[in-house]
């Protein structure tokens, strides 16, 4: 049986700041960040102490190749509904609490998205009349410079690491069919917009390796990074850099969902019998792309070659056989698995049959019917600015600007929701622990990370608790002792550490 | 925004539509369009006034 999926995104938030095109970025992520964070009452600083990020899930270590700084002088904050939120590179960064279902997962993606536009108004309260810091949800500055939206997902440790890329990479590349969030023209070297006027995903020019240890350049399609940030006996965390950061609630649920049925179907080893090999991932991930007719073909290494939709739905004919005989408990809660199976199959119907019938459904197909829509209203040619300028704004983040939020996009969460989960933690998960002992105890609590929260009772020396199972300190272990006990040094005491 | 909320309440009056979910799939492709007209007519009043400029400006360094 495979392991529950727990799961969860990062975001790297692109960044300018409208009235001072020449701003140093890394200043104004941090002085955005800082305008959430110094808002609030209390806060607590990111302990480092767990992270490797140089370590490979192939079973080697690099030393310092990792292109990685853990540069603890820029701001890093842990917030009280379990996320991270922290300058990374030259990119504000919001990473999602452990999540136990697709739909958790998406509800705290958008509450990422909450505390960056409440954060954008902050602000814009401290800087001079006429500038404000604005943030964008999208992965490219169409320029050649990409930034990340990684997903990460609890994967069984005893499954061997080859056979995991094996069975992921022909889903890998061709997923963004669906959850693509498109892109006008291309940054390809060679590839010019009148070439591709339009293509399915942020990311898929930037991609050079199938496997690799890379995030920053020479980017893999199946990441290595080895850092479960839990116990590294038992769990593997899966580090996805290959997404497009979406907008639509529907994209997101997909993407994750998607992901974490295949996971399960390999852990099961439900996927031996696929026969689908790439002979080059890496160009069918680009020629997939750059096709929003949906017909291109890539070559398979048995010499057949198959469209995207028909690799995905081998995909989704065996997850529907994968659900009768397995279940799916694995997605935490009764409602994601069968609503998966159900959308996964309208949507490939509907995009063998006319994309454009689900331009209130996914990002890219919302994005091309507005782009197409323009250039016929105004007669724009492919080298227009006002398409790139479309591409660009349909991901700001101000909700005044965003042409994402003027689509009449179908939604799966309410905003009464979303305001919630700003500042609570999912009751499901070692978050739960994290954001409550935050919420309770932000005086006494002197760093926190992925797997430990570290106390400063004021007496003792520091006191790190250690929570290095994602799917315990969940509301149901210790939401009655939370509540019962009246200081951190009585939790600590409690919990016998 | 309620210009297009009417578009969308009239359609589902009209008797031969039941359900949004259950409308044949050339009649959601039209309803799409017939919105989008009303979308490109905000798009016109929102986009970024010199999008030549705003589109160079747009550089992100330093990501993963």
């Given amino acids: 049986m495979s392991i529950p999926k727990v799961l969860g995104i990062e975001t790297e938030y692109g960044i300018v700041v409208a009235g001072a095109p020449d701003a140093n970025p890394i200043t104004t992520s941090s002085m955005l960040i800082n305008a959430y964070i110094s808002a609030l009452s209390e806060r607590v600083e990111w302990d480092f102490v767990d992270e490797s990020p140089g370590v490979d899930a192939r079973g080697f270590s690099l030393e310092g190749g990792s292109g990685i700084e853990l540069d603890t002088h820029l701001v890093n904050a842990v917030l009280t509904n379990g996320a991270r939120l922290y300058v990374d ?28 536009i409440r954060a954008m108004m902050n602000a814009k309260r401290l800087l001079p009349k006429g500038q404000e810091i604005v943030a964008y949800k999208n992965n490219s500055d169409r320029k050649g410079n990409s930034y990340g939206c990684h997903e990460n997902y609890l994967v069984d440790r005893s499954i061997p690491f080859q056979k995991v890329v094996a069975e992921l990479v022909p889903f890998f590349v ?53 850092e479960p940030h839990s116990d590294g ?21 997909l993407k994750l969902g998607l992901t974490a049925i295949v996971l399960a179907m ?29 017909t291109q073909t890539v070559l398979l290494r048995d010499g057949r070659r198959l469209t995207a939709l028909e690799i995905q739905q081998a995909y989704l004919e065996h997850a529907i056989e994968h659900a009768e005989h397995y279940g799916m408990s694995y997605l935490g809660n009764d409602f994601d698995g069968p609503a998966l199976l159900a959308e996964w199959e309208r949507i490939l119907g509907a995009l063998e049959d006319d994309s454009m019938r689900l331009a209130d459904t996914l990002d890219w197909v919302a994005k091309w019917q507005v782009v197409q829509g323009y250039q016929q209203r105004h007669g724009a040619d492919s080298q227009d600015p006002r398409l790139a300028a479309i591409d660009l704004q349909y991901h700001d983040m101000r909700p005044q600007k965003s042409l994402f939020r003027r689509l009449p996009m ?88 | 925004m309620a210009e297009r909320e009417q578009v969308r309440k009239s359609s589902s009056n009209r008797e031969d539509v039941v359900e949004e979910e259950a409308a044949p799939s050339t009649e959601r492709s039209e309803q799409l369009k017939a919105e989008l007209d009303d979308i490109l007519d905000e798009i016109d009043e929102v986009l970024e006034d010199n999008a030549e400029e705003f589109v160079r400006n747009y550089v992100q360094k330093g990501g993963q």
């Fill in chain 1, 174 to 226: 061709t997923r963004q069919v669906i959850i693509g969030a498109g892109k006008v023209g291309s940054e390809f070297p060679g590839k010019s917009a009148s070439k591709v006027l339009f293509q399915l995903s942020q990311r898929a020019d930037f991609f050079e390796e199938e496997v690799g240890l890379e995030t920053t350049l020479k980017r893999p399609i199946i990441n290595t990074r080895d």
């Fill in chain 1, 266 to 294: 390999i852990e099961d080893g439900f996927l031996e019998d696929l026969k689908i090999e790439l002979a080059d991932p890496v160009s069918s991930l680009r020629e997939i792309s750059w096709d929003p007719s949906l």
């Fill in chain 1, 89 to 116: 590179h030259a990119h504000p960064e919001y990473s999602s609490p452990e999540c136990i279902s697709p739909s958790q997962a998406l509800l705290y993606d958008k509450a990422g998205e909450e505390i960056v």
């Fill in chain 1, 410 to 497: 179908r939604r799966r969460l309410e905003d009464m929701t979303i305001t919630t989960a700003v500042t609570n933690p999912p009751p499901d998960t070692r978050a739960y622990f994290r954001g409550t002992c935050l919420a309770r105890f932000p005086g006494s609590i002197a760093a926190a990370n992925w797997d430990s929260i570290i106390f400063d009772l004021g007496t003792d020396p520091l006191r790190r608790v250690p929570m290095m199972d994602p799917l315990r300190g969940t509301e149901g272990h210790v939401g009655e002792l939370l509540r019962r006990v009246k200081s951190a040094a009585e939790l600590v005491e409690a919990l016998g550490s």
């Fill in chain 1, 233 to 253: 006996q038992r769990f593997r965390r899966l580090h996805v850099i290959l997404g497009d950061a979406n907008l639509s609630e529907t994209s997101t649920w």
